[in-house]
């Protein structure tokens, strides 16, 4: 039962260009959205959130944009940079104190 | 800038076995979480504590599990007869549940492998 989805395995961009992320979703009653990136032999480390109040949500180099009606969500990194390399997990929760449905993650290549 | 511990990083036990993966939340965080990710798989929710009790479990968080918050810092998880497919990294991750910007924090993992 994957309720977020994330449809990429791998993504490959070069530095400086715009890495674009994207994710699904199933569950409606899902009301907040989180991105996580995570470097092997590390925990899950929060990028960015958006409630779904909003549409858009940005934090320096980082954007997330919710369409609810399509379900579906973005991370936009711009300028890319050599250490943004890693595994990005799109994840959902009911309200901001649930558990969190993670996917299963895109695993982002910042190509020199 | 405060951060979510857990030890051991990496426990090797036999089948059968009991383990006891140990976490400390972020201090002033009141809900706590425990999630894990099977090799290759993705990151799974097993269970949620606040005010001393389980708030919610998943299917996975059997009988074969607990948790136990025993003295305000400590946040632990045990397994009581651990199985091969048992083997997965183990994440502790917590929330302050104040309001405003409200984001799990999440520990860097006990790697736990079961022979």
């Known amino acids: 039962d994957q309720q977020v989805k994330q449809n990429s395995p791998s993504l490959s961009v070069q530095e400086g260009r715009i890495s674009i992320l994207n994710c699904d979703y199933t569950n409606s009653m899902f009301d907040y959205f989180l991105w996580y990136k995570k470097y092997p032999a590390e925990g899950p480390t929060f990028l960015i959130s958006i409630s779904s109040i909003k549409d858009k949500n940005e934090d320096g180099r980082f954007t997330v944009f919710l369409n609810k009606s399509a379900k579906h969500l973005s991370l936009h990194i711009v300028p890319s940079q050599p250490g943004d390399s890693a595994v990005y997990f799109c994840?959902?929760?009911?309200?901001?104190?649930?558990?969190?449905?993670f996917g299963k993650g895109t695993r982002l290549h910042i190509l020199p | 800038e405060p951060e979510v511990t857990q030890t051991p990083s990496h426990q090797v036990t036999q089948m059968g076995q009991e383990v006891i993966l140990r976490c400390v939340p972020i201090s002033n965080h009141l809900y706590f979480y425990w999630y894990r990710q099977i090799l290759g798989q993705k990151v799974e929710f097993l269970v949620s504590f606040y005010n001393n009790e389980i708030s919610e479990k998943s299917e996975i968080f059997d009988d074969q599990f607990s948790v136990e918050r025993p003295d305000g810092s400590n946040f632990t998880l045990k397994i009581r007869s651990t199985k091969l497919e048992d083997s997965a990294m183990y994440f502790c991750a917590s929330i302050w549940g104040g309001g405003g910007n409200n984001e799990q924090f999440f520990g860097p993992g006990t790697r736990l492998t079961v022979l």
């Open positions: 994840a959902a929760s009911a309200n901001r104190d649930d558990k969190i449905i």
